[in-house]
């Protein structure tokens, strides 16, 4: 779909929008734009009473009548006080809008991306090294949580820009031709509106497509922005790849801006076009159209009112078309400002349609169902059919690991983790070991076969990349409680800080670093304790555990029993051997005394499932 097109699909999005940012009569965005329409009605009224003032002040010059000319001085003074209050205000009342447009968005969006843990799995697909993105119409959509930001501030204020610039210079329209056309008789706007006409087929056969122009732009920014976050992420890496590796994401910048300048230099030369055929046709020819339309009332039988007008007011001829002059003159100006200003309307339009689609387009892929994302459809084409349980422990049976781009890695997977028995998952990397916990957490969903698991609340996840959200070190390890969750469990810091003496010594808890930049032992410390902390039934851990030392690693396992949490523990191996012993890089996991059963997978869809404790195994080829 070309995001430019206003076709029916589009008409639709924006009312569907619209009843978003609109949701009743009642709402402080209706109440907005209900004293925006009549701040713009009070400001037309205040345009004409202007311009009668105008036509005053040149009346008593013309007259040289200095008390005519003060108390026209003042009314026009007077009147200034209430225009000026009433464009500041029409300007604070579109601002206003935009923002509370962009609140009831931002909530819709936040909602449909954190309901029902969807959010992970769209996070999921997106990031996954073998899939690029969710798809929608072909649009890939690996920039999303940018987009969340991006596309909802662009369409709130295009939005908000829009109605008040539509709405302004119809309004601005009904009053200014009324009261022209009542001094100088219908035959003026006639003759102005004639031309306007002519001039507007001439800029429509004139006027380039901004649409495509304006949709690709936003497109390279959009791009851009993700290509930035991505670099800033990986820039270390990327470092050690040597100068070759830094050329190379130089000139893929260098290309995409170049693009992106492109872009805006098409949008600059066609509005150059355009500002140059508007400005002769409209600002100049507009003005001598103008002046016909009022000589209307100064030659034939039209001068003969104006002649009586003076005679009944006991006026000076002369002064009274000076002032008469004036006053119609202001008045055909904001006539004409106000059909200029329905000129760009195109342009405006041209935005607006490529934002409704844009944010359309996001919220309707944060609406779909997980089970409805065609990336995790297998090699047949199949989409999930797996089920997952609730139960006192976890156990797969038969169930095939298939990733978001319908790869398999394991087929016909058999094991059990009874609580209190901790299990060792090893393999080479790629081999599918975090994939498998993926489903238990229902971060992707079971494609075939049934996971029986503990409730979700039940379970902990240590990642190999632990997550710290910005504040203290109490946050971090009580995450994702808050300070007053923490106290409703009845935790305070002097028991939070007994149970955990043995990671961080005197470390205050209102402690504030930049977490992200801890050494990795220091970081499994703070994920560890976290574990301790929420003391889950079942708990996953996707680190290397050797970065503790020896005596700490034990400590883990040991207390860990004691206070019951049953282990996953996925370790890297090295020299590996889907028959062999247990060979791995921690000390503690050499130890069968800390796990009574060993998951080997050697990354070619083979497993191996065996009871430490006993000879039995079970083996899948």
Not at 66 to 78: D, Q, Y
Request: net charge positive; charged share 20%; with cysteine.
């Amino acid at each position: 779909l070309n995001k430019s097109t206003a076709n029916l699909l589009f008409w639709r999005r924006l009312w569907n929008l619209l009843k978003i940012t609109f949701p009743n009569r009642r709402s402080k965005e209706s109440v907005l734009l209900f004293i925006l329409i009549t701040s713009l009605i009070l400001r037309a009224k205040l345009t004409i009473s202007i311009a009668g003032r105008v036509g005053s002040v040149a009346q008593a010059l013309a007259e040289a009548d200095f008390e005519a000319f003060m108390k026209s001085i003042f009314g026009l003074s007077f009147l200034a006080i209430p225009s000026a209050v009433c464009s500041s205000g029409i300007k604070f009342l579109t601002d206003n809008l935009a923002l509370n447009f962009r609140k009831r968005l931002t909530n819709v969006v936040q909602k449909l991306y954190f309901k029902n843990r969807t959010s992970l799995l769209h996070a999921s697909v997106a990031k996954h090294p073998l899939n690029p993105g969710v798809s929608q119409n072909g649009h890939i959509m690996d920039n999303i949580e940018q987009r969340m930001i991006i596309d909802v501030e662009k369409f709130s204020a295009s939005i908000a820009s829009f109605l008040p610039n539509i709405i302004k210079p119809l309004i601005e329209l009904i009053f200014f031709v009324r009261e022209f056309g009542s001094v100088v008789g219908f035959r003026g706007p006639i003759l102005v509106y004639i031309y306007y006409v002519i001039a507007g087929l001439v800029l429509r056969a004139a006027m380039p497509s901004f649409g495509k122009a304006i949709a690709m732009q936003q497109q390279s920014e959009n791009e851009l922005k993700r290509l930035h976050g991505k670099l800033g992420a990986h820039i270390e890496q990327i470092s050690f790849c040597g100068p070759a590796a830094i050329a190379r994401e130089q000139q893929m910048f260098t290309s995409k801006y170049e693009t992106l300048f492109k872009n805006c230099g098409a949008i600059f030369t066609k509005q150059a076009l355009v500002n140059l055929i508007d400005g002769w046709l409209v600002k100049y020819g507009a003005t001598l159209t103008g002046y016909f339309a009022i000589s209307l009332a100064f030659f034939g039988s039209a001068a003969q009112k104006i002649e009586n007008q003076s005679l009944t007011q006991g006026l000076n001829l002369i002064a009274f078309r000076a002032g008469f002059y004036v006053r119609n003159t202001q008045i055909l100006i904001s006539l004409a400002r106000a059909t200029g200003h329905l000129a760009p309307l195109c342009k405006w339009f041209c935005v607006l349609v490529a934002a409704t689609n844009q944010l359309s387009e996001l919220i309707e892929i944060l609406s779909k169902n997980s089970n409805e994302i065609q990336a995790f459809k297998n090699a047949d084409g199949i989409p999930p059919q797996g089920k997952c349980m609730v139960g006192d422990y976890i156990k797969y049976e038969d169930v095939s690991v298939v990733t978001p781009n319908g790869r398999e890695l394991i087929n016909g997977l058999n094991f059990e983790v009874k609580p209190g028995e901790n299990m060792l998952i090893l393999g080479p990397s790629g081999s599918g070991k975090t994939s498998i916990l993926k489903l238990l957490f229902e971060v992707w969903p079971v494609h075939s076969g049934t996971v029986i698991r503990p409730q979700l609340h039940e379970m902990f996840y240590l990642h190999q990349n632990p997550y710290f959200p910005p504040g203290t070190l109490r946050d971090q390890v009580i995450y994702p409680h808050t300070i007053e969750d923490m106290r409703t469990r009845g935790v305070t810091d002097d028991e939070l800080s007994r149970l955990l003496q043995s990671f961080f010594d005197n470390t205050p808890w209102d402690t504030i670093v930049e977490w992200e930049q801890l050494a990795p032992p220091m970081k499994l410390t703070i994920g560890i304790a976290r574990m301790f902390y929420h003391r889950p039934r079942f708990a996953v851990i996707d680190h290397f555990l050797g970065y503790l030392g020896r005596e700490r690693e034990e400590f883990v396992y040991n207390y860990a029993k004691t206070i019951g949490i049953t282990l996953i523990v996925i370790s890297p191996s090295l020299n590996f051997n889907m028959n062999g012993n247990i060979n791995s890089n921690g000390y503690a996991t050499n130890n069968p005394n800390f796990f009574h059963s060993v998951l080997k997978l050697d990354g070619e869809r083979n497993f191996r499932f065996s009871q430490l404790s006993s000879k039995e195994s079970n083996n899948h080829q």
